[in-house]
């Protein structure tokens, strides 16, 4: 069965540094997600990617945060100066279009700042 | 913010049926009823989804109601594998569409 692939499962980072989190989504799907989950707490919409741009983002994902599919099968998240409190799994999804369709997520990969 | 209600917690026996009820009160008459599950921190599993008909896959069965107010979802053989946080979510599930996760329930399969 077709997967959400995420690398890295784990990372540990500086505070202040920058963290390039990726995801190789199902390959004929084309939206993209980053949801995130601090420990303890709800799975929380980040952003959502379509036809190479932003259609939407939460208050959360402000100006540290960027998206890119750099190639056909890679889609990252970028984090450009860590804080602490962006410790957190982050979950990468995906979806093909069509009404009522299912949005498929990744195994997540866990930040944590230091 | 989650648009369903659903209780914290509850136990099941091994083996014998699990029913996880759902209200939605205020869904909308194009959106659908999505069950996820989140078993110990790794990525939301998908489950099932439905509009207004019964559904049942090779995971379980979905019971809508008539006015599509409330839902459940039945796992019919619960096992230990099946511990986990089951999330019940309404999204329009049109081209682009996010899903609100609320706290869910906590099931917790007992042998």
């Known amino acids: 069965e077709p997967e959400v692939t995420q690398t890295p499962s784990h990372q540990v980072t500086q505070m202040g540094q920058e963290v390039i989190l990726r995801c190789v989504p199902i390959?004929?799907?084309?939206?993209f997600y980053w949801y995130r989950q601090i420990l303890g707490q709800k799975v929380e919409f980040l952003v959502s990617?379509?036809?190479?741009?932003?259609?939407?983002k939460s208050e959360i994902f402000d100006d540290q945060f960027s998206v890119e599919r750099p190639d056909g099968s890679n889609f990252t998240l970028k984090i450009r100066s860590t804080k602490l409190e962006d410790s957190a799994m982050y979950f990468c999804?995906?979806?093909?279009?069509?009404?009522?369709?299912?949005?498929?997520f990744g195994e997540g990969s866990w930040l944590t700042v230091v | 913010d989650a648009k369903t209600t659903q209780p914290p917690s509850m136990d099941c026996a091994e083996g014998r049926a699990a029913n996880l009820p759902c209200n939605h009160s205020?869904?909308?008459?194009?959106?659908?009823v999505y069950w996820y599950r989140q078993i110990h921190s790794q990525g939301p599993q998908y489950i099932i989804h439905?509009?207004?008909n019964n559904e049942t896959n090779e995971m379980a069965s979905l019971i809508i109601t008539e006015d599509r107010k409330s839902s459940t979802l039945i796992l019919p053989h619960a096992t230990l594998r099946d511990t986990a946080v089951y999330y019940c979510i309404v999204s329009s599930g049109s081209n682009d569409y996010k899903l609100s996760f609320g706290a869910g329930t906590t099931v917790t399969v007992r042998a």
């Open positions: 390959s004929n799907h084309l939206y």
């Open positions: 205020t869904i909308s008459g194009n959106e659908y």
């Open positions: 439905g509009l207004k």
């Open positions: 990617f379509y036809n190479n741009e932003i259609s939407e």
């Open positions: 999804a995906s979806h093909r279009t069509s009404s009522g369709n299912t949005i498929y």
